[in-house]
Every structure is written in C-alpha cells, then in structure tokens.
C-alpha cells in the first residue's frame, strides 16, 4: 500500500497494564527526564495503576479502541517499564507485527509477540506476518525513537544510544519508507536527547517539534523544511519539552472518524494558549492526568500508546 493512501490516524491503540512499575536505574543512564520518586515503591504502584485506568477510561469515553494487555501471572521477571510498549512494539497496515531491540536488559523482557498477537487476533484484528527488527543487534526502540510521518512515507529519527544509525537507515530501506531524516539533538544539559518522541510529534497536518534542540543547523533547517511541506509547525522550546513533555502527545482519530490530540495534562498546560489554539485546529484536545507516570518513568502520554494499523477481518467490520 502507498503511503499515501494509508489510514492517516490510528483509531485503535494498545496499552500495557504497568503492574511492575517503578523507577528504572537501568534506563537513568540516559534518560533525564526520570526522577526518582520520594514515596514508596507501594504508593508508586498504586498512583500509576490509578493515571493508567484513568488514561484507558478517557481514551475509550472519547471514542478510542483500546486493548490492554494484561502481565502474564506466571511471569517472574519484572518489567518496570512496561506501560510504555510503544518502545518494542508496533504495526503496519498491511498487516505486520513488528519487534524492536531494546538498549535496557530489563526492558527485553517486555516484548511478548505471542502474547499480542493472539490478543490482537481475539480482538479480530489480522497479523499476517511477524518481523523482528534487528535480531537483537544495536537498539532501535521502536516509535520512541521512530516518529513516522504515516501519509508521506517519512521517518524521522534523532541519533542515541537508543537510536542506532545503521539500524536506522535499514529499516527505512527495509519496511519500504520514501525518505528517513536521521538528526543529532541535545538537552539543555549538552547530552543527547534519548527518544525522538519526546521532542517531536507528527500526525496528519500537524507537527509539534523542539527545533532548537536540534545540533547542527543544516540539520535543523532540513527537518523544519521536510515538516513544513505538509503540516502546521508548531514549535516548542527546551523548557517545554523537557518539564512539559509538550513534545510526547499523538494525533488519533475517533469511531466517527474526528480526530483528537492525546497528551498528558502536563503538556497541556505547558503549551501557551495561541499553541492551544492552533492544536485544536487539528483535533479537540484530550489531556491525561499522569504525574506519576510522567515523573518515575521518565515517558508520557504518547509513550503510553501503541498504534494498531492492522487491517480488520470482515466478520468483525460487519459484527
């Protein structure tokens, strides 16, 4: 299928019940936005299973499908991360399941293809193959640091230790994309910023990006270029990105086919107003209240979110 004649919004989306949830020192290496919580791992747990029935329950009440996997009771390892499934996980519209590798060992443990599969296939949705990116090389953790500009055919991706170049580069080639933007970026701190999604967001004309967090500006120009030919730039700063998480949200659409923007309520009051505004241009707003989430597991809204492209069966179309 073209890009261009592919289903611009997901309308349905695949989340991970966060039953192990907790700060993850495995991941702190490289990602600035974790913060180690003062209240006990017990409060932690119970505060994020509250945000994450929540988040479900708006999600749905606006229109949205969403299927939760559950964690598996015999499973004896712990997966921290696991509510951000986005990192290992996604789909495409012919049909695919694809898996990605993980930089964290603890977070390995997180892909469960089978698992989502039969889920996927109980729900009536068709995966009619299954690929796995990298056969456990370098990391490339999936549309964390994938933001795939669906109608246009483009990826675009900034290097990291969770982004690697050539993995990168193949599966541009690979999964038959048009074009792939790979970039260099920096926090305020000078390190680079360990997700492309938590700097910039695409959906079907609109983008949200922290430009000046872009390195080079050969580099910066091009991909403010690239975003301009066929969406609404909205531009956000440091600040924004990295105490607001205003650069992690995702465009769906509704059962009647509207669409919304997801992001978590701390993005949504990080935006000014005028950036409101022209968000809303785009879809009504849906913000999440996710504090805890945010704060220990150093992810937002959009990570949250697994998008699932798959073709439905006819029985389940019709039924």
Not at 105 to 126: I, S
Not at 146 to 170: K, P
Not at 256 to 277: C, I, K, N, Y
Request: hydrophobic fraction near 40%; aromatic fraction near 6%.
């Amino acid at each position: 299928m073209q890009p261009s004649l592919v289903p611009r919004l997901a309308d349905t989306v695949l989340m991970v019940r966060p039953v192990d949830f907790r700060f993850n020192d495995e991941t702190r290496a490289d990602n600035e936005f974790q913060d180690r919580p003062r209240r006990s791992p017990a409060q932690i747990r119970t505060r994020a299973a509250a945000e994450f029935d929540g988040m479900v329950g708006r999600l749905r009440e606006e229109g949205v499908t969403v299927l939760v996997l559950e964690k598996d009771p015999e499973a004896a390892v712990e997966t921290p991360d696991a509510v951000f499934p986005n990192n290992w996980l996604s789909t495409e519209h012919g049909g695919a399941l694809l898996s990605f590798p993980m930089l964290a060992p603890n977070r390995r443990a997180e892909r469960r293809v089978d698992a989502v599969a039969n889920l996927l296939r109980r729900q009536g949705y068709q995966v009619s193959e299954r690929v796995e990116i990298g056969d456990g090389g370098p990391a490339l953790e999936g549309t964390g640091s994938l933001v795939i500009d669906h109608r246009h055919g483009t990826v675009y991706a900034t290097e990291s230790r969770r982004c690697d170049a050539t993995m990168f580069r193949r599966f541009v080639h690979a999964r038959g994309y048009r074009r792939g933007l790979l970039f260099r970026t920096a926090s305020s701190t000078g390190r680079p910023i360990y997700h492309t999604n938590v700097m910039m967001s695409v959906g079907d004309g609109l983008a949200v990006v922290c430009a000046e967090s872009v390195v080079d500006p050969t580099e910066r120009a091009l991909l403010l270029r690239s975003l301009g030919r066929h969406h609404d730039v909205v531009q956000i700063d440091r600040d924004q990105m990295e105490h607001a998480f205003c650069g992690n949200l995702l465009q769906l659409r509704d059962v009647r086919d509207e669409p919304l923007v997801v992001m978590s309520r701390t993005a949504h009051d990080g935006f000014t107003p005028a950036q409101r505004r022209r968000l809303r241009q785009h879809g009504r707003l849906l913000p999440v209240d996710i504090p805890t989430i945010e704060a220990v597991g150093g992810g937002s809204a959009r990570c949250m979110l697994a998008e699932i492209f798959l073709p439905r069966s006819t029985l389940a179309a019709t039924g």
